[in-house]
């Protein structure tokens, strides 16, 4: 297992295989590179986890600062492939991104999950994350 740090579009674009897995059939690479035009210059990064040179499982992550926690690392966009999910590889990835919010002194990790996918929310809370509030979203 090879793990790698993106910080670059040109990087960052070549995880949309998996990345895409989170998505409907609109959201093209088209659309990924243009939003990693506007999201990249403002922090956003990415972890990969590749296996024999394949990709596995991918997160983005920022760094930034809330009045209510102090600086934090929210996960982005956290996914294992379909046709690996099941062998640890996400705990691997998010030790991996905790091990970033250490190296960064945050305060705190955290992240959106749909309300809908409850497989994600089981391996969070068995992770150690909980839930502190609601996530509202008006789509203009």
Do not use: C
Request: no cysteine; net charge negative.
């Amino acid at each position: 297992m090879e793990i790698v740090y993106s910080e670059k579009i040109e990087e960052i674009v070549l995880n949309y295989g998996v990345i895409k897995q989170l998505y409907d059939e609109n959201f093209t690479e088209e659309k990924y590179v243009a939003l990693l035009e506007e999201m990249v210059p403002n922090g956003y990064k990415q972890i990969a986890i590749y296996d024999t040179n394949k990709l596995v499982a991918v997160s983005g992550y920022w760094i930034n600062t809330k009045l209510y926690s102090g600086r934090y690392l929210e996960i982005d966009n956290f996914v294992v492939d379909e046709n690996h999910q099941g062998k640890g590889l996400g705990i691997k990835l998010i030790n991996e991104i905790e091990k970033i919010a250490q190296k960064f002194q945050v305060n705190a990790v955290v992240l959106d999950a749909f309300s809908t996918n409850f497989n994600a929310h089981k391996f969070y809370y068995n992770q150690g994350y909980v839930p502190k509030g609601f996530h509202f979203v008006k789509f203009i």
